[in-house]
């Protein structure tokens, strides 16, 4: 069985702050995809990131970092310079690598408050 | 490309009524789609995965006789809630996957609110 864990359930930080918000997963697979999204008051789950097991490079873009640990089962996001913009629930999401396989669980997802 | 619309995006309705919820994906065939439903400040819960020309496959707990699910065409799912009550009242959100992509292509649409009065 798969599974997400998202222990922060809530964070707020001041504008211009970095903040990082932790995913733990746990699966059999030995190939598996790892996701980041975001969802805004709207409710539209917006896709931030995907990341194949084999490949444990970090990755950034702009003022969004990712952190893959496959030693940890860790998949963390960092955000830095924060922006009121950036207030959202953030969820990380797992998934089989094969056809059949393909359905995403989710974690319990960390809602960010940035103070302006 | 690749987008997923989901319709209604709310709708109200009585204790008892039925509810039809369409996921439509636009621009590509989808031989695949997901339900999820999400209640309020939780997490999103799959609720079932949609196959195109065949029965759906349901997730441990969800009950297919009150959830029907009818992927006929393939860019067309729809998820009726029968006789909704208003513990039934939540976010539904779909996800397509299209024909041929690599399992882990996967669209969603923009979510539909159910409330039952």
């Known amino acids: 069985a798969q599974k997400v864990t998202q222990a922060q359930t809530e964070i707020s930080v001041v504008e211009k702050e970095d903040v990082t918000l932790d995913c733990v997963y746990e699966t059999r697979d030995t190939t598996y995809y790892l996701f980041w999204y975001k969802q805004p008051p709207s409710g539209e789950l917006v896709f931030l990131i995907r990341r194949n097991s084999f490949d444990e490079q970090n990755e950034i873009s702009g003022r969004y970092s990712w952190n893959f640990q496959k030693s940890t089962s860790s998949f963390n996001f960092t955000i830095t310079a924060s922006q009121v913009v950036d207030s959202a629930v953030y969820f990380c999401a797992l998934s089989g690598a094969n056809f059949g396989n393909e359905k995403l669980t989710f974690g319990t997802g960390t809602r960010l408050t940035i103070i302006p | 490309g690749a987008v997923v619309s989901q319709h209604p995006s709310w709708v109200i309705c009585k204790s008892g009524t039925s509810v039809k919820i369409e996921c439509r994906s636009l621009d590509f065939q989808a031989t695949t789609m997901f339900w999820y439903r999400q209640f309020p400040k939780q997490s999103l819960m799959l609720m079932a995965t949609?196959?195109?020309?065949?029965?759906?496959?349901?997730e441990q707990g969800v009950e297919k006789d009150k959830f029907l699910i009818n992927h006929a065409s393939l860019t067309l799912s729809t998820l009726t809630v029968t006789s909704a009550h208003p513990e039934d009242s939540s976010f539904y959100i779909c996800?397509?996957?299209?024909?041929?992509?690599?399992?882990?292509?996967?669209?969603f649409g923009p979510g539909t609110r159910l409330t039952v009065t």
């Open positions: 949609s196959n195109e020309g065949s029965k759906a496959t349901y």
């Open positions: 996800s397509a996957i299209p024909a041929g992509q690599r399992p882990h292509e996967q669209y």
